[in-house]
């Protein structure tokens, strides 16, 4: 085999990486080197600084330390029957990548995963060296996401938490029968023991409020990723696993990832990708669950899927009229959240304006931007919805939503 160049390797194993979406820092521990010691800072906020041609964010050094894998996951590029081009970085190579692109102000951290290479304990020892190295050898203070591998030794597994700011286990299908057919190495229990044992000892670690002053030890969270449309799940089984994984193992982010086809695929994988917007009202849905109040079982059953043509949270509402209208001067908070048109920051900003006065439309508009979406679902000091409260079809009503276009860099 050809010896390849850190360049080389470069191109090969950042590309590898692209079809893991799961990389948002926010809430992530926050250190500098402002004192002068250490290289790096992280911040709490959301790392967003750079694009691929494709749209994803890249602002992190995302790549694998390798794309040889013995696994043959057939929805995975790098599967082990896959004839992709192969590399390997040493933990030599990407310590020195991570700090070199750092300090050119290239990447504000690390996002590490792998194929699995000659086991689960091997791959896990090597990325752990790596955030080790950095973090206790260069007292590198960046921000570090890696990709935890669920067959290794439960003891590595949580030795990752000690030096990353997130971790990650993609369960990648929402039903166990998908995994077991596309992934036939993988097991879902372990998966979910290794989940749970990272929900444990976050929790075991977490401080107290009387060390509210001391910094974290130990990772903040974890994460999963789902894949969209490679199996013939329904979005309503997709957030019935996101439902449990969030209640079960306190995940902090599930992501949707649209299937994107790969060469030489399998014929048990579809031929297309699934619509963008898919993956979009899937976002929406989780949203939903996670700061609306939404169980659910509201929003999509076993085998339905979400409509591709109006949000979450506008179709629950034309399938519930008989919730509305509702009073934005005495409803509760928990009601205003199912209003469409309102979000978190405008119910907030509602409650607390409306111990000042009566509620107008105009103060929704000033609230919202816009009042058009909600007038058929509210009453207000000024404003009865009147007839379209009772109509038919609400639809033509409502504003429409403009056609998504991918935004030019110029």
């Given amino acids: 085999m050809a010896v390849l160049d850190l360049k080389s390797k470069l191109a090969i194993l950042s590309d590898a990486a692209k079809y893991d979406a799961s990389c948002a820092s926010s809430g992530g521990q926050r250190r500098d080197s402002l004192d002068g010691k250490g290289v790096g800072s992280t911040e709490g906020m959301g790392i967003c600084h750079a694009y691929a041609p494709d749209g994803r964010c890249i602002s992190l050094l995302k790549i694998l330390l390798t794309n040889f894998c013995i696994y043959d996951c057939a929805y995975c590029i790098n599967r082990s029957s896959s004839n992709v081009k192969r590399a390997r970085f040493t933990v030599e190579e990407v310590v020195d990548l991570t700090l070199g692109f750092y300090k050119r102000n290239y990447i504000e951290g690390l996002f590490l995963s792998s194929g699995i290479i000659r086991s689960g304990d091997y791959t896990m020892e090597e990325m752990v060296r790596v955030a080790r190295?950095?973090?206790?050898v260069h007292d590198f203070r960046g921000y570090i996401h890696l990709k935890l591998i669920p067959e290794?030794?439960?003891?590595l597994v949580l030795e990752a938490g000690l030096y990353a700011d997130r971790v990650s286990i993609n369960i990648e299908l929402p039903k166990d029968e998908s995994l077991t057919a596309l992934a036939p190495e993988k097991d879902v229990g372990v998966i979910k023991k290794a989940m749970g044992g990272v929900r444990l000892a976050i929790e075991e670690r977490a401080p107290q409020k009387k060390d509210r002053a001391q910094p974290r030890k130990y990772v903040t969270g974890q994460s999963t990723q789902l894949i969209v449309g490679a199996d013939e799940a329904a979005d309503g089984d997709i957030l019935a696993r996101s439902e449990n994984l969030y209640g079960s193992y306190g995940l902090k982010r599930v992501y949707y990832s649209a299937f994107s086809p790969i060469p030489d695929s399998s014929s048990r994988l579809p031929p297309q990708k699934p619509p963008l917007m898919r993956e979009h009202r899937l976002y929406q849905a989780d949203w939903l669950m996670r700061y609306y109040g939404f169980?659910?079982?509201?929003?999509?059953?076993?085998g339905q899927n979400l409509d591709l043509a109006v949000d979450p949270k506008l179709a629950w509402a034309l399938a519930n009229r008989d919730r509305f209208p509702i009073d934005v001067n005495a409803a509760d908070r928990e009601m205003l959240l199912r209003i469409p048109g309102l979000g978190v920051k405008s119910v907030d900003s509602l409650v607390v304006l409306r111990r000042q006065k009566r509620v107008r439309l105009e103060d929704l508009k000033k609230l919202c931007g816009s009042e058009k979406k909600l007038r058929p679902f509210v009453i207000a000091d000024?404003?009865?919805?009147?007839?379209?409260?009772?109509?038919d079809d609400l639809k033509p009503h409502l504003p429409r939503e403009a056609a998504p276009q991918q935004l030019s860099l110029f």
Avoid: H, M, Y
């Fill in 133 to 136: 190295t950095l973090r206790e």
């Fill in 152 to 155: 290794a030794s439960p003891a």
């Fill in 295 to 302: 169980e659910r079982a509201e929003i999509a059953g076993p």
């Fill in 382 to 391: 000024d404003w009865t919805p009147g007839p379209l409260a009772d109509a």
